[in-house]
């Protein structure tokens, strides 16, 4: 491990310090929620939260704990948010070309720490004995959304192999207006859909299927989502390994994606979004 990567006693005033060995696994996670320039950013001992919104119909959430870094410490007794430039932070840990080393086998080093309310966002990196340091400034937090989006309101869960829902993103007609999902104990299980100029485009997953890792099912939800809003969802997606699908009886979609990163652990992307007006339950 490089020098500025260990403890030192500079870091006594700091209310996060933070010490990854590959910049590379954070910048990924990162981008996967990469639609909006400004993101929330939520501190607490269990590690990071990245929420970014959009027209209060779409909500994208980074889970980045603790264990993903080499060292993680955090001296609150409560949960910390503030706001920041995502397009920086990004740009940011990407200094030394992707956060993956200009040779095979170099990783970029980062030492992230931050001070409480107010303060910037610091980043100390370094890749083959080159150091640079970088500071973001921050905002008080917004309110975020609150999609009330539990487990106990869930009534229709699926969880598909990521393979099968990035097939998706290629066969339907992207240039419709909304997707279609219906989710029912009943054929046809499973079936996403799009209308557009050149048609009607669906596909269909028996609960049987390779393609089908759980089927939970109650009752039968048909709703539509505005594909505007589910367009940015592609970037995790194509991440990951497996995507759960999750619907409350109000319509609200909950995709979550499994990430495993670079370091072979295991991460996870939700994305939130409300249907469409003239979606309906059809149960």
Do not use: W
């Amino acid at each position: 491990m490089s020098r500025f990567t260990q403890p030192s006693q500079d870091d006594s005033g700091h209310v996060l310090v933070a010490r990854m060995d590959n910049a590379k696994s954070l910048s990924s996670l990162l981008k996967a929620v990469h639609f909006r320039e400004v993101c929330t950013c939520f501190l607490s001992a269990q590690g990071l939260k990245v929420t970014v919104e959009q027209s209060k119909c779409v909500q994208a959430n980074a889970f980045i704990q603790a264990s993903l870094f080499q060292q993680f410490v955090y001296r609150s007794d409560a949960s910390l948010a503030f706001k920041i430039n995502l397009s920086a932070l990004i740009e940011c840990l990407s200094i030394f070309g992707g956060g993956s080393g200009g040779q095979e086998g170099q990783h970029t080093a980062l030492k992230m720490c931050y001070m409480g309310y107010g303060s910037p966002l610091t980043l100390l990196l370094e890749e083959s004995g080159v150091l640079t340091d970088c500071s973001i400034q921050t905002q008080d937090a917004d309110e975020v959304l609150d999609f009330d989006f539990c487990s106990s309101n869930v009534v229709n869960r699926v969880i598909l192999k990521a393979d099968c829902v990035r097939e998706v993103f290629a066969e339907l007609d992207m240039s419709s207006d909304s997707l279609e999902i219906l989710l029912s104990p009943s054929p046809p299980f499973c079936r996403l859909s799009t209308s557009g100029f050149a048609g009607t485009t669906q596909i269909d997953y028996p609960k049987d299927s390779d393609m089908m890792q759980v089927f939970e099912c109650q009752e039968t939800l048909q709703y539509k989502y505005r594909l505007a809003l589910l367009k940015p969802c592609q970037k995790a997606v194509n991440q990951s390994t497996k995507i759960s699908i999750r619907m409350d009886r109000r319509g609200f979609l909950s995709l979550q994606c499994m990430i495993l990163t670079n370091d072979k652990q295991v991460c996870f992307v939700e994305y939130l979004c409300v249907p469409d007006e003239d979606g309906s339950d059809v149960g």
